[in-house]
Each structure stands twice: as C-alpha cells, then as structure tokens.
C-alpha cells in the first residue's frame, strides 16, 4: 500500500470531540465527576460560553447552546446511535458506580471467536451517549497488513504519554 494511503492526511491521534449543550455547568459536572475528566483552559478569545476538559489523551469541548430549550432530548439508549467508548479497567466497578449515581444504563456483549466484550451504555445530560467496555479483550486486526494487537497494546505509548499530559496540566 501507499504511504499516501495509510496516512493521507498525515493524523497523530484524536484531539477532541465538541459538544452541544443544554448547561455547560451540568455537562462540566457530568463529565468531570462520571468519567474522570479535567477542566482545562480554554482560549479567552471566544466570544461563546463553553469549557474545555481532558482526559484519557483526548479533549472534550463542551459548546453552550444558543438555544436550549429546542435541542432535542435522547432518551431511549440504542446502543447502535452516535456514541464515545471508553476502555475501563473493571466493568464490575463501572457498573456500581453507575446504579450508585442512579444512572440508566443498558448492558451489551459482543462475542467474537470465543472472546466476550461487556458493553455498558449511558447519556450524558444531553443525551450524547457514552460507551464503556473491556474492549482490550479484543484483538484488533487490521483487514490488511500488521499483525492482530489488542486495544491496550496498540495505545499503550499513547496512554503513557497521556498520563505525563494530565500530571503536567493538573500542575499548572
């Protein structure tokens, strides 16, 4: 294959996801205190309300919405709509936390040649939906090329330098 076509645009990573919202405050509280994640500076040249949080080697900006009370409102959890998964270390200890915060969830499994993935699906207070999953248990195999790694494996100089990323935003 081309280099041009492994890597046409010449990507590192995924930076952020952006967000619409009904209340910053309530989505900073979610995303903060549910997944873990640090309210970092954001540019005091924009001139709309929002915030900026990191985590887990990605950003999450969260944009205030000019109109609230018109966004339209997920309520049902369909596993198979627009979401962000998470890798989580123990889904027993996701799933406490989650009843523990009176969260609803809905719980998926995907099997694959004899490997189990648990899934936990739950919205966050605009019904943007969250994933967690002990995904790491399956290998990721390329169509193509490089040999099978699983999730952890492929990440894991990623999430080292991540961890370097949050200490040194935390000090400052």
């Known amino acids: 294959m081309k280099e041009s076509m492994e890597n046409p645009l010449h990507l590192k990573s995924l930076n952020h996801i952006s967000l619409l919202c009904r209340s910053v405050e309530e989505s900073i509280d979610f995303y903060q205190n549910v997944l873990g994640f640090v309210p970092i500076r ?4 924009f001139d709309f309300d929002g915030a900026w ?3 887990y080697g990605i950003g999450i900006h969260l944009l205030q919405s000019e109109d609230p009370k018109n ?11 627009n979401h962000i998964s998470f890798q989580c270390e123990s889904m027993g200890a ?26 936990l ?28 790694r699983t999730c952890s494996l492929v990440n894991l100089p990623t999430i080292q330098h991540n961890k370097q990323q949050i200490q040194q935003v935390v000090q400052q």
């Open 42 to 45: 954001r540019p005091g040249s």
């Open 53 to 55: 949080l990191f985590g």
């Open 121 to 148: 699906f739950f919205h966050d207070p605009d019904g943007f939906m969250i994933e967690i999953c002990n995904c790491d248990s399956l290998p990721v195999i390329p169509l193509a090329g490089e040999m099978a």
């Open 71 to 81: 966004m339209p409102k997920k309520s049902n959890i369909n596993p198979k709509d």
């Open 94 to 119: 996701v799933e406490k936390k989650l009843k523990d915060m009176e969260i609803k969830y809905v719980r998926a499994m995907v099997e694959e040649g004899g490997v189990h993935v648990d899934q």
